[in-house]
């Protein structure tokens, strides 16, 4: 299962961007559920607590949690990643995404704030939402080893996937560096 949780409302514009809805659609056509939240970790922290409780304790709903992954967004401060790392004792991956905020729109405040964490917090950090989700996707489907998950990120990757043209020729370099033998 995928958690993806942002901040604030104004956070999910982020989550509805057309490239991460068509990865989000491709996870969910490979069998992972996909729940998408807005929990505020400074403006609500009872709500993130308990939204983090099935990981702490045995889940009367019946859903297996041992594969879950959190893809946490958050500008500013950004405390949710590490705020749900903690609450989940550090047993479920969270992936951070820095978001922009006011003064701010290159996300410097919010990746510092995620980056600069102590020893023994592991909160990874990823430049995007895209990423964060096939990077969720590949870290479930590896746990799982299911083979939906895993069949359908490698068909998505494979669809995605832009091929480069390499040239390959024989050089010998002489004393400048880069400079081909003709």
Request: aromatic share 6%.
């Amino acid at each position: 299962m995928l958690h993806i949780i942002v901040g604030s409302e104004n956070d999910l514009k982020y989550v509805g961007d057309s490239k991460v809805m068509e990865i989000i659609t491709a996870m969910r056509a490979a069998n992972i559920r996909v729940v998408v939240s807005v929990i505020s970790a400074d403006r609500n922290r009872a709500k993130l607590d308990e939204y983090c409780r099935p990981w702490d304790s045995v889940d009367q709903t019946g859903i297996d949690h041992s594969f879950d992954v959190v893809v946490a967004a958050a500008g500013m401060a950004a405390v949710l990643p590490s705020a749900i790392a903690a609450a989940v004792k550090f047993d479920v991956p969270v992936i951070g995404v820095p978001l922009p905020s006011p003064g701010f729109e290159n996300c410097l405040d919010s990746t510092l704030a995620m980056l600069r964490k102590p020893s023994g917090c592991p909160v990874l950090v990823v430049d995007n939402m895209q990423n964060a989700l096939l990077a969720a996707w590949k870290i479930i489907a590896m746990a799982s080893n299911a083979g939906d998950a895993q069949g359908g990120y490698e068909a998505f990757m494979a669809a995605k996937s832009r091929k480069v043209k390499i040239n390959i020729f024989d050089a010998e370099l002489t004393g400048s560096v880069g400079a081909a033998k003709k």
